[in-house]
């Protein structure tokens, strides 16, 4: 069993940064992929960005340039570097193992003045 915990949001100015953190703990479990997700209310959830366990990043397209995804192998941990934060970047945002049903409990992210 895995658990998976997102930190790191909360309410930030426009034209703000923050850095999320996805940190996976629990036993035998092995990380392919993982990946950032965001949700607001009444929307279906959408992919934000991934990284593989060998480096491998992809930002969705209309977030590039804004937003950075990392990881720590050793840590099984993944980040999410936002800058330049937009109002309609609201939302929770969740981490998830790529391939399975571990997902985390959300992080709100609020961008307001």
């Known amino acids: 069993q895995v658990q998976l915990v997102e930190s790191g949001g909360g309410l930030v100015e426009p034209g703000g940064s923050l850095t999320l953190s996805c940190a996976a703990s629990g036993r035998n479990f092995k990380i392919g992929a993982m990946g950032w997700y965001r949700q607001v209310p009444g929307k279906q959830r959408e992919l934000v960005a991934t990284?593989?366990?060998?480096?491998?990043?992809n930002v969705v397209d209309s977030l590039k340039g804004r937003f950075t995804i990392s990881g720590d192998n050793a840590k099984n941990t993944a980040y999410l570097r936002m800058s330049s934060l937009k109002p309609e970047d609201t939302a929770v945002y969740y981490c998830n193992i790529i391939g399975t049903a571990a997902w985390g409990q959300g992080t709100q992210v609020t961008v307001s003045s």
């Open positions: 990284i593989t366990n060998n480096g491998r990043t």
